[in-house]
C-alpha cells in the first residue's frame, strides 16, 4: 500500500478577498485544511496538497 506524503503552506487571508485567494491557492492544487483567527482578528490559513513525486525514493 502506497501512502501520500503532503506539503503544506500557510497563507494569512485578507479580510476583504479570502474567496478570492483561497480560490487562487485551490487552482494551484493545495486543499484548505483549516482557517485559524488570532486575537486579532487576522486570520490564516492553512493548506496541504499531494507532492508530486516521493522526495524519499
Do not use: C
Amino acid at each position: 500500500m502506497t501512502m501520500t506524503n503532503w506539503e503544506y503552506f500557510i497563507t494569512p487571508l485578507p479580510l476583504h478577498t479570502p474567496g478570492a485567494i483561497l480560490n487562487n491557492w485551490g487552482k494551484q492544487g493545495w486543499e484548505l485544511v483549516q482557517i485559524v483567527t488570532n486575537e486579532q482578528g487576522g486570520s490564516v490559513a492553512y493548506m496541504k496538497r499531494p507532492l508530486a513525486h516521493d522526495a524519499t525514493a
